[in-house]
T-cell receptor, first 115, second 116 residues
Framework: NAGVTQTPKFQVLKTGQSMTLQCAQD?????MSWYRQDPGMGLRLIHY???????DQGEVPNGYNVSRSTTEDFPLRLLSAAPSQTSVYFC??????????????FGNGTRLTVT | AQTVTQSQPEMSVQEAETVTLSCTYD???????LFWYKQPPSRQMILVIR??????QNATENRFSVNFQKAAKSFSLKISDSQLGDAAMYFC?????????????FGKGTHLIIQP
């Protein structure tokens, strides 16, 4: 099993450019989520999805869009990148959205720099 | 909103010794989940230990154990017999046990250094 796969691992964007961070899981998990990690901060939830066709906002959703057309994929779109979006982005998935009985599986992260 | 506070940005311990990482949280809920995650330099997030609030017994996983004090809203992690491989960032995290599907709330992390 590949687990949770994030691509790319690194990306540099110019302000105003758009891009999509890819996240795919092969564990048939219903729940998927995106977090960002900034220096000196813990992870903060951007968006999440409890199943195909269903998405919702987390703590810091501004500037990001998501969609969930399949169970396996949960891409994160930056429509117009800003320097404040420089961060490390993590995708995580689990069978169920309560992490105690259904531990989160994290991808290895994407380091994004916006200049 | 719930908050998670880790008051120790960095801790250092000699190999083979015991170290305790602190975590406090704020919530009005009576049942919830608490976690400790480890993030080594590889960036991978690894679940270390978890605790459900209504369970009085402190969770233990091999060399890792917690001291859960519900009234004090405290959830510290004790690492016994520290090893070089324990060097990492450690994050405390909280999640409501209710019906909402929003994710975990993380603390800012503690950087653990293991001195050989």
């Amino acid at each position: 099993n590949a687990g949770v796969t994030q691509t790319p691992k690194f990306q540099v964007l110019k302000t105003g450019q758009s891009m999509t961070l890819q996240c795919a899981q092969d564990m048939n998990h219903e729940y998927m989520s995106w977090y960002r990690q900034d220096p000196g901060m813990g992870l903060r939830l951007i968006h999440y999805s409890v199943g195909a066709g269903i998405t919702d906002q987390g703590e810091v959703p501004n500037g990001y869009n998501v969609s969930r057309s399949t169970t396996e994929d949960f891409p994160l779109r930056l429509l117009s990148a800003a320097p404040s979006q420089t961060s490390v982005y993590f995708c995580a998935s689990s069978y169920f959205w309560k992490a105690y009985n259904s531990p989160l599986h994290f991808g290895n992260g994407t380091r994004l720099t916006v200049t | 909103a719930q908050t998670v506070t880790q008051s120790q940005p960095e801790m250092s311990v000699q190999e083979a010794e015991t170290v305790t990482l602190s975590c406090t949280y704020d919530t009005s809920e009576s049942d919830y989940y608490l976690f400790w995650y480890k993030q080594p330099p590889s960036r991978q997030m690894i679940l270390v230990i978890r605790q459900e609030a209504y369970k009085q017994q402190n969770a233990t996983e091999n060399r890792f154990s917690v001291n859960f004090q519900k009234a004090a809203k405290s959830f510290s992690l004790k690492i016994s017999d520290s090893q070089l491989g324990d060097a990492a960032m450690y994050f405390c995290a909280y999640q409501d046990s209710g019906g909402g599907a929003d994710g975990l709330t993380f603390g800012k992390g503690t950087h653990l250094i293991i001195q050989p």
